[in-house]
Every structure is written in C-alpha cells, then in structure tokens.
C-alpha cells in the first residue's frame, strides 16, 4: 500500500510537464536515459514479457539514417534533440518468456500465433513507452514523443533483419518552453469515463 | 525544464509498486478515480487525440456481467477488487479532434482510413491506459491489469452499440502485500536497448 506521490512530482510528471520541440543546450547524459528506462521496466506488462526496444539515437551519423524516415515537419527538431528514441516491439517477445517469466510455460501462449503475438507486442510495447516517457520526465528530462514518419522505412534503416517494428519516436533532452503554445484542451472525466 | 521527482516517489511508482491480485478491506472513493484520469489526460496523445475510454466497474451488479467474460483465474480477484477498469479505445475518437486539436483539420487524416485509425486509437489507447495505472499509484491506489479476458465479449457486454473496443482490465484499490510473490526478473538495459 503506496502514499499519494506530492504536488511537485504529479506537476512533473503530468500536469505541468509538456511536450517539446525546442532544445535547450544542455548536456544529457547516457546515464540518464539507462536511468529512465531502468525504471520503466520495473512497471508491469503482461506475464512480464517486456517487449519494447528502444534504440537511442545519438550520433550524427544515425540522426542521417533517420532523417529521411521523417515527416518534413519533425525533421528539423529531430535533428536537433540530443537524443531521439526509437521505440520498438519484438513481435517475436515469446522467445525471451523463459527467462523473464519463468515459473510457467508462457512461451506457448504465443508461439505459433502470429497474430495474437503481433497484438500482445503492440499492446504492451505501447504501455512501455509510455512508461518511459514518464520515467524520462522522472529524472528530469523533457520528451517528445512523434507518430509522423515511416515506420516501414524506419524498420528497414534500424531494424532490418530482425523481429523488431517501429512503434513510435521520442526526442529527449531539455526542453527550451519559451516556444511552447498553449495546452491543447482536454477532456472533462464525464466525457470520456464512467462509472458503473 | 523539470527537477526529477523524489526518491520516495520514484519507488510509489515503479520500484516498489507491485502488480496486485488481493484487496485490503479500505474505502476506495470515486473521487480517487476521478483524479488518477484527471492525471492521466494531461500526458501526451498523437494529436491530443486522447482515444482511451474508460468504464469503472464498481456494482455487484455490472462486476456480474464483467465475471463470465474473464478467464478463470482473473475472475475471484476481479469481483473482489473495489475497482476494475474496463480500458478501452475509440475507433471514431477522430470525431473528436475537433475540440481536442482546434488549430488544423485533424480529423481529415483520419476519418475515412480505417486501418490508420485502428492502429492510432491502439497505440495511443494504450499509453493512455499506462498514464492511467501510473497515475493512480500517484493517488495512492494499487493496480491489478490484466489480459486474460476474452475481448469480444467484453465488447459485447459493455460497448455495443459503439465504435469502442476493450484493451485491457485493471483491478484498482488497495493491495494486500502479505501475498504478494516475488518479482519477476526484469531485463538490463544492453539486453533490450542500445545507444548509438
């Protein structure tokens, strides 16, 4: 049984945190982002199958491999965040269930059936990123997150010859929020939520 | 630009919190529910499109329609939760865009393409829906989320009628840590991520 985590943490990590497009120069260390997604992989996924990977893009030379990948509005911002993750999914997970879920046989539950395998990789591989996301803004980082590139050509650039899709990207760094606009709005609890 | 949250809050989050599956006898209020999504929809969605919807299972009676859609083994721990959300996303959530994202036409690079709104609503139903579980750790509340339910008859029982889809479930209150058994093993860093 967890307390209620205080005002200045819920502000960091949801109410006041935002999403960036502008970097400010200030060095982001690797150990921050080792430090952000240790602490999303201690959050839970299904029969603990853990199926993100992340690959964290760093160098100019990789930041040219994505490039072209790229919706011509994320191109310039990419470009310049210090890091841009690319979040992926093994749709083939299963195969590390021994491992990660060892007191059963939760292989079996996927081998063999690509289909279920694909969603529960999506499904899960999504709950990840956004747990890094959070995580990211826990130790401080800014974040911005992107749906607008190929993800066919990003699979082929970074994830080619293996079981791993693109899910979505994320710029990472200190945001600059002299240039963010207003919050778009959001919906009221009883828009969207009931209780039964 | 953020300061990183507390250690005490790094743990309520992700380093301590456990997935549940037994309930202390404590009043689990609305209105905690109510601020957990209050939470959770200031995170980010692709276009603030903010997909996810949400029933909050909390009457003998609706928990009995919920029992015979759970697998076996999900179903005395769900009846016995306070809570069990039923997390859910809305394939027309483009109708929406509207209101959410008043400053460009959105809703056109959706409506009329399926697949792309199917795959959207998924995602970012799904990062909402671990905004969600971390937001209610943040209030306090423990979680319980599960897979093993049978999708089309949730659908059948809870949403027909609509363009909305069951994701997962998630037992929400207090959690009994007496029961609680080990973790399982979480990966390293270099086993699922890379710098480059």
Same mark, same amino acid.
């Given at each position: !049984?967890?307390?209620?985590?205080? #005002? ?8 006041? %945190?935002? &999403? *960036? ?6 060095? &982001?260390? #690797?150990?921050?982002? /080792?430090?952000?997604? #240790?602490?999303? $992989? !201690?959050?839970?996924? =299904?029969?603990?199958?853990?199926? !993100?990977?992340?690959?964290?893009? /760093? =160098? ?10 790229? !919706? ?5 911002? &990419? ?23 060892? *007191?059963?046989? +939760? /292989? =079996?539950?996927? +081998?063999? $059936?690509?289909? %279920? +395998? ?18 990211? /803004? +826990? ?13 066919? $050509? ?23 929020? =002299?240039?963010? *606009? ?15």
């Amino acid at each position: !049984m967890s307390e209620a985590i205080d #005002d200045a943490a819920l502000d960091a990590l949801f109410r006041e %945190a935002r &999403t *960036h497009n502008a970097w400010i120069d200030r060095e &982001t260390p #690797d150990e921050l982002l /080792r430090r952000a997604y #240790d602490l999303a $992989k !201690m959050a839970p996924t =299904s029969a603990n199958c853990q199926p !993100m990977r992340v690959i964290f893009v /760093r =160098s100019e030379a990789e930041k040219k491999k994505l490039e072209p990948c790229l !919706m011509e509005g994320n191109r310039e911002k &990419t470009m310049k965040a210090p890091a841009t993750a690319i979040i992926g999914y093994d749709v083939e997970f299963f195969e590390e269930l021994p491992r990660l879920f060892p *007191h059963t046989d +939760a /292989r =079996s539950w996927f +081998a063999g $059936k690509p289909k %279920a +395998a694909e969603t529960n990789a999506f499904r899960n591989g999504s709950l990840q990123g956004a747990y890094l996301l959070l995580a990211c /803004r +826990a130790v401080g980082l800014d974040c911005g997150p992107m749906s607008g590139f190929d993800n066919a $050509k990003v699979d082929e650039a970074f994830f080619k010859g293996t079981t791993i899709k693109s899910n979505f990207l994320m710029n990472i760094g200190y945001g600059d929020p =002299s240039v963010l *606009h207003d919050r778009s709005p959001r919906p009221a609890f009883d828009d969207f939520c009931k209780i039964v």
